[in-house]
T-cell receptor
Framework: DTEVTQTPKHLVMGMTNKKSLKCEQHMGHRAMYWYKQKAKKPPELMFVYSYEKLSINESVPSRFSPECPNSSLLNLHLHALQPEDSALYLC??????????????FGPGTRLTVL | GESVGLHLPTLSVQEGDNSIINCAYSNSASDYFIWYKQESGKGPQFIIDIRSNMDKRQGQRVTVLLNKTVKHLSLQIAATQPGDSAVYFCAEASPYGQNFVFGPGTRLSVLP
């Protein structure tokens, strides 16, 4: 099973709203990721959690706040977003083994629209 | 044929033909490479990967070739089918890296 699930599938929010994106995996993976993808562009890394600790933050604005409650769950809290933050937000997970770089498996994404 | 411009590069092939999608990577220290397929409205789907100690790896109907000398990666799809129509991304990572750097992507269009 290589399934990563994300909710909601679609989200429309105003610039003053607070919302959260959720991601879940049950593959026993210990690394989880948030990516942002604009139309016709490749995914861009935002955050990496390794063993439930934030290991990479790619200089993402503070209006995006990640959270990893446990090894299977990853949240992305959104507050005071801008219209240019509208994008597909992808979650991924990988083993995070000591044997080298591991394959990242992606979820279906949340299509976010900021009005 | 292949076209590059303001839009995503597109490769058009006839159904049943073989497809070759190319990717130039930037970091000579990268040691892990991966191909993803992304259909409209979906997340990237793993196709095949290769590590730098290999120059070729085969899967079901797909082959990845790695040329470290010229930092080039290619994905070959045999007997291309309509279901292969999608955007294909290559990605590279440095040793033990978690930061996958994606290429710009190529749209594969399969003609009947």
């Amino acid at each position: 099973d290589t399934e990563v699930t994300q909710t909601p599938k679609h989200l429309v929010m105003g610039m003053t709203n607070k919302k959260s994106l959720k991601c879940e995996q049950h593959m026993g993976h210990r690394a989880m990721y948030w990516y942002k993808q604009k139309a016709k562009k490749p995914p861009e890394l935002m955050f990496v959690y390794s063993y439930e600790k934030l290991s990479i933050n790619e200089s993402v604005p503070s209006r995006f706040s990640p959270e990893c409650p446990n090894s299977s769950l990853l949240n992305l809290h959104l507050h005071a977003l801008q219209p240019e933050d509208s994008a597909l937000y992808l979650c991924a997970s990988s083993q995070d083994s000591s044997g080298g770089t591991d394959t990242q498996y992606f979820g279906p994404g949340t299509r976010l629209t900021v009005l | 044929g292949e076209s590059v411009g303001l839009h995503l590069p597109t490769l058009s092939v006839q159904e049943g033909d073989n497809s070759i999608i190319n990717c130039a990577y930037s970091n000579s220290a990268s040691d892990y490479f991966i191909w993803y397929k992304q259909e409209s409205g979906k997340g990237p789907q793993f196709i095949i990967d290769i590590r730098s100690n290999m120059d070729k790896r085969q899967g079901q109907r797909v082959t990845v070739l790695l040329n470290k000398t010229v930092k080039h990666l290619s994905l070959q799809i045999a007997a291309t089918q309509p279901g292969d129509s999608a955007v294909y991304f290559c990605a590279e990572a440095s040793p033990y890296g978690q930061n996958f750097v994606f290429g710009p992507g190529t749209r594969l269009s399969v003609l009947p």
